[in-house]
């Protein structure tokens, strides 16, 4: 997902950064969008991250 990669690429991020911004592990991250389309809940929490977590500047 492009979120994750920005992270990943972006020297000044990182992957430790997107941890503590989503409050979850990238494999808990991939775990969810392995399941968002099929589980109404993993889709509302997605939609809160992003809306509530996401650093704007991204």
Partial sequence: MHILRVYEE???LGLVA????MAMSKDEWMEMLDHLYENPFMNRKFASLLTNRV????
């Fill in 18 to 21: 997107f941890e503590a911004d």
């Fill in 10 to 12: 972006e020297e000044m």
């Fill in 55 to 58: 650093p704007h500047s991204l």
